[in-house]
């Protein structure tokens, strides 16, 4: 079985996908699978299902939602439910299923090592498997609570730093051409995101589009001065530079 959370959370056992209708226990399954193989208590998943208004039966009504989860994820050939009770709690143990954000970190690691290793294609597939494990939003709808919330912010970071990779794998790759496009959608949703403008602008030199380079870093220097009030980073200036006087070594520089 396999539990997917890097967009609408679902499960999915061979040709079944299955999701869950009820917001609350949806909540419960999302706080216990970004602590899987770790202890939730009662107080942490009252606070994730209810925040701050939690009704005065909360932990009956917590005890309801868990037996209803582990109806859910009963299965007849295994006789052990994933969700366990301990003392403080509950933990769910993955056993043998697959969560997807973990697949996620071991591609991103295994793109790391080829990356190092110098074997760039083996890196870039690696990088692009792992971006392809995303279906939209890390549990967008369900992020209330600060345990969710919280993976979530973590996730998109770990996501945006997989892109930067697989982009520079590409450029590494003489892919330029190709990214350009993919590089203005991710400078527009990530407009603070500077390292995404420096992959455009030597994207384009390289596509032999200089002058559309030159106005990417207008932008990003608008965009940063009337956001955060800043000057565009070293790197980015030390690129407009060497974009203005040609500078050859940029036909070969990784980004």
Not at 69 to 94: A, D, S
Not at 98 to 119: C, I, P, T
Not at 168 to 186: I, K, M, P, T, W
Not at 231 to 238: A, F, G, H, K, V
């Amino acid at each position: 079985m396999r539990y997917e959370i890097l967009g609408p959370m679902r499960v999915v056992d061979g040709a079944s996908i299955t999701s869950l209708s009820a917001r609350k226990i949806e909540v419960l399954l999302a706080t216990l699978l970004v602590r899987a193989e770790q202890p939730v208590s009662a107080k942490e998943l009252i606070t994730e299902i209810w925040g701050e208004r939690a009704p005065g039966q909360a932990q009956g009504a917590l005890h309801v939602y868990v037996s209803q989860l582990r109806k859910f994820l009963r299965r007849p050939q295994t006789p052990v439910n994933p969700i366990v009770t301990v003392p403080t709690g509950y933990l769910l143990r993955l056993g043998p299923d697959e969560l997807d954000f973990q697949v996620f970190q071991r591609l991103v690691g295994q793109g790391g090592a080829e990356r190092k290793a110098g074997d760039t294609e083996a890196a870039y597939a690696a990088f692009e498997e792992a971006i392809a494990l995303w279906r939209g939003p890390a549990l967008d709808e369900l992020r209330d609570g600060p345990i969710v919330n919280g993976f979530v912010c973590w996730a998109e970071q770990a996501r945006l730093g997989c892109v930067e990779s697989l982009v520079d794998a590409g450029l590494r790759l003489g892919r330029h051409r190709e990214f350009v496009s993919y590089l203005y959608v991710q400078t527009e949703e990530h407009p603070l995101h500077e390292v995404f403008y420096r992959q455009l602008m030597l994207a384009l030199y390289r596509s032999g589009c200089r002058a559309d380079a030159l106005s990417v870093y207008q932008s990003a220097r608008t965009v940063l001065r009337e956001e955060l009030g800043l000057e565009p980073p070293c790197s980015l200036r030390d690129l407009h530079q060497a974009i203005l006087v040609g500078d050859p070594e940029l036909e070969a520089a990784f980004v």
